[in-house]
């Protein structure tokens, strides 16, 4: 197993690069569990998938922000994954096993990818909305509820933390240790729809972790530099010096203290490993995209 702070991960080319990357990194974290990155070729986005396998089914984790599958082939790159898996495994029944596709919430970068994955045999493809979220994954107390989603010898903790989007949830997986936050905690831009759902979401989390190992918290992006409280800019498809993907518990509190004392200030707040954005921060988004025109008009660096 790879330790995943050492993983490199495929951050875009310059205009005037050697090879480009692959259109899908694929990371066998373990022989279980299988982290995907979604390149910056076809989404400046470039977000993080999540496959995550036990004994009866497997969960599929967000479906990307590309719709084709020439550009991003996310259906041929799960059924690799899923068939090399199923070759392994002695005590699985491979006619039957389900695939699971679901979300860590429903904005456009996180389905785009459902269609690819709709007309899959054996293969529930869970809808964004929020109904469709709390039936599927059996929610009678939303969002403070935490649920249990079994794979087969691998049960996930799911619970709700709106705030970013309205239908967002957060994944415990004991097997990992890891603790899957989506668009909520991420070293990025942490974009605040609803600021006290945001708070009280980020409230129960840190209170799950107290009583849970957690190894790594993952978001779906990675927005900032490897300079603290320096971003790449909006749009930005060349990201050489980003700052580490997954990041600690302690970063997780560090996100939900100044979202407290961001309580009734809203704006984009800067801080060492992420931004928190509260509510639609119409200058700093002005400034974002100015950022981004300039990096596209500049000569490219070496």
Not at 56 to 70: F, H, I, S, V, Y
Not at 235 to 251: I, L
Request: with cysteine.
């Amino acid at each position: 197993m790879t330790a995943l702070a050492d993983v490199r991960w495929i951050h875009g080319t310059p205009r005037r690069g050697q090879l480009e990357d692959p259109l899908i990194q694929v990371h066998r974290h373990d022989d279980d569990t299988v982290l995907l990155r979604q390149s910056k070729s076809t989404s400046f986005e470039a977000p993080f998938l999540f496959l995550l396998l036990g004994r009866e089914r497997a969960l599929l984790l967000d479906t990307g922000a590309t719709k084709d599958p020439e550009r991003f082939p996310l259906r041929r790159t799960v059924d690799t994954m899923l068939g090399e898996w199923l070759a392994a495994p002695p005590d699985v029944d491979a006619s039957a096993y389900e695939l699971v596709v679901a979300h860590t919430h429903g904005h456009g970068d996180h389905v785009a990818g459902d269609e690819q994955l709709a007309d899959r045999p054996c293969t529930t493809v869970v809808s964004r909305e929020l109904d469709a979220v709390q039936q599927f994954f059996g929610f009678t107390d939303w969002p403070a509820q935490v649920v249990t989603f079994d794979l087969g010898g691998r049960a996930l903790e799911i619970t709700g933390i709106p705030g970013h989007h309205r239908a967002s949830i957060a994944v415990h997986d004991p097997a990992t240790g890891f603790l899957l936050t989506g668009d909520t905690v991420y070293p990025g831009r942490l974009y605040v729809e609803d600021p006290p759902a945001f708070l009280d979401s980020l409230d129960r989390l840190v209170e799950l972790v107290a009583n849970r190992e957690v190894t790594h918290v993952l978001g779906c992006h990675v927005e900032m530099t490897s300079t603290p409280r320096r971003d790449y800019a909006l749009g930005t498809t060349y990201q050489p010096h980003e700052a580490p993907w997954p990041m600690s518990v302690a970063q997780l509190v560090a996100v939900r203290d100044a979202a407290r004392s961001l309580a009734g200030k809203p704006g984009a707040h800067t801080y060492d490993d992420f931004a928190i954005w509260n509510g639609p921060c119409h200058a700093a988004a002005l400034r974002q995209v100015a950022r981004g025109l300039w990096g596209r008009l500049r000569p490219p660096r070496p």
